[in-house]
Every structure is written in C-alpha cells, then in structure tokens.
C-alpha cells in the first residue's frame, strides 16, 4: 500500500519568513496530493491540494510543487503569520475510489 | 447549511458501557470515514464507506464498529469501552467521482474512558 512520510516533524520559522513542508510518496500510481491544516482543538481543513497533472499550484502565500519522478510533493508558506501556527498534514491518493493516505503530521510553529 | 456534524463532542464514560458516536452529513456524499486521532498526531483509519450497506475496516485495526443505513448518517460503535479507546474521533466525508476529491472533515468527539 501507499506510504506517506513528512519532513521534518517539527518546524519552527520567525514571522514574515518562508516555511517549507516535505513530503514522500511510494506509490507511482497516486495521483491527488492534497494538504491540510489543522489548528489546535480544530478540525483538519484542506489548504492545498494538487493532481498528477500539473507541477505547482499556487493560492495567494501558499503554494504546493509535485515532482513524480522523485515522488515527493511540498509545501511552500510565504510570509509566515503567527496564524500559520498549526500541523499540517500531507496525503496521497491513488485514484477516485482509494482512501487518503496521510503522513505523520508536521507542527509548524512561527515566531512573532 | 451543508456540512458535517459530529455528536456528542465531548464524552467521558465509565469502562465497559457501550457508545455510539454519531456522525451526519448534509452534504449527499457517498463517501465516508472514521479516523481516531490523539490530539495533534497522526489520523489513523479505522472505517470507511462508499455507500449505504457499505462498510470496510480502516488501517487501523479498532474494536469499534460501523454501520451505514442512510447516505447521510454513519455512526460508531463500541460495545464496550475500555481506557485504550480514549482519543479523539473524527468522521469524514467526500463526494464520488472523480472530478471531486476534497474530503470534509467533521468537529470530532473527544472520548475520555475512565
């Protein structure tokens, strides 16, 4: 089955600086890459999410790069916010009808 | 409003009761799930459902059980609680299909067996 890792655990970046997210994925055959957000005492929001089809998308400060060939997939925040504080959670899927496989959970903490 | 509802969110309970955490959405989805999560870890996958009379065990092997009648409505079940059960519980939904991914997260329950 598909295998998600995320690097590094924990991250922590003063205010207004960039935060970047790794993510690894075993399985050649996935195809949807979505992030999610989640603050504490809150329930896990989708972010980001990114199809096999396309390298990057971008939404106003956060963006999210796919490279197949290494299978691996980021996170990039701009301009951190003290709201930025939260884990952050990367998934793989490899189709329609498959589950969401998620990576451990990444805390990222920004520094005012 | 369309969106996912959890109940009870908060549960403390003696061992060895039984429990039904519930879950609905408003949102016709197909697809659904059930996650238990300690608080800020990772989501494990115990349940999940393409369908009314569709169930299937998650990633991650749980004593809970599951059931699903109506589209709508997907509820958990331990028939006998025990302290190792106390996590948090989130549901999950998603449209089928393959256009549209996004999959919706409820509130969750906060379960504490004493």
């Known amino acids: 089955g598909e295998n998600v890792e995320q690097h590094p655990s924990t991250l922590s970046v003063q205010e207004g600086d960039s935060a970047v997210i790794k993510c690894t994925y075993s399985?050649?055959?996935?195809?949807?890459f979505p992030w999610y957000k989640q603050e504490l005492g809150k329930r896990p929001q989708l972010i980001i999410d990114?199809?096999?089809?396309?390298g990057e998308k971008k939404d106003q400060r956060i963006a999210v790069t796919l490279n197949k060939t290494a299978k691996h997939f980021s996170l990039h925040i701009t301009e951190t916010q003290p709201e930025d504080s939260a884990v952050y959670f990367c998934a793989a899927s490899t189709g329609a009808n498959s589950k969401l496989t998620f990576g451990k959970g990444i805390t990222l903490s920004v520094r005012p | 409003e369309a969106d996912i509802y959890q109940t009870p969110r908060y549960l403390v309970i003696g061992t060895g009761k039984k429990i039904t955490l519930e879950c609905s959405q408003t949102?016709?989805?197909?697809?659904m799930y059930w996650y238990q999560q300690d608080p800020g870890m990772e989501l494990h996958l115990i349940h999940y459902?393409?369908?009314?009379?569709?169930?299937e065990k998650g990633d991650l092997s749980s004593e809970s059980t599951v059931s699903r009648i109506r589209t709508e409505h997907f509820p958990l079940t331990l028939e006998s609680a025990r302290p190792s059960h106390t996590s948090q519980y989130l549901c999950a939904s998603r449209i089928a299909g393959t256009g549209a991914y996004e999959q919706y997260f409820g509130p969750g329950t906060r379960l504490t067996v004493t």
């Open positions: 459902s393409y369908g009314v009379n569709s169930t």
């Open positions: 990114i199809r096999s089809n396309v």
């Open positions: 399985d050649s055959a996935s195809n949807y």
């Open positions: 949102m016709g989805h197909d697809k």
